[in-house]
């Protein structure tokens, strides 16, 4: 658990920038506790205590503010880092998965054998995955990467945001747990 003193670290340390990328959203900008080595540790160190015992073998993360707390947790965890892309990034054979946004739609994918062949790791067992965006609002992105991960054998056991707009309801619908370090209501 945070404790109130670094739940308001972490809060101070992502700034809202009002009417970006058009008028109405407020966009909660993540680089400015990137650029706080006192939030960053804060965030990094609850991240790892909570999720050293889950047995994990990858970490994958949404492109792209997922791929910097997800590659720092991986490290500090001693697994493999995955990156669920937008579409057309990644050289190798892919898997993909559209979503719907307001207005159209996106697609990410990510590599055929990104946790092994089947997804099954060295433990014989599908692969233990945790999923990890800077923010859910709908939930679109995410669920896609959440699905492509089964699709390609592994287990997605946990998505992990740092900041949750609760007020969308996108965990109650979501295919799997949801862990949110900070939630806005
Ligand atoms: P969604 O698919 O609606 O859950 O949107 C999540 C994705 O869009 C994440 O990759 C976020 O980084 C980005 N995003 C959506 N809304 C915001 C927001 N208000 N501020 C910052 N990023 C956002």
Redesign the pocket.
Known sequence: MLTPHEQGILLGAIRDIPDFPKPG??????TTLLSNPEALKVLMDHLEKRYASYGLDYIAG?DA??FIFGAILADRLGVGFVPVRKKGKLPYTTVSQK?S?EYGFDEVEIHIDAFGDGGIAAHGNPANVLLI??????????KAAATLINQVGAKCVESCFILE?GF?G?RESFPTPVYSVLTLD
């Open positions: 959203i407020v966009f909660k900008d993540i949404i503010r997922g979503y946004l965006d800077d923010l859910i609002a709908t939930g679109g992105t995410a707009l969308l996108a």
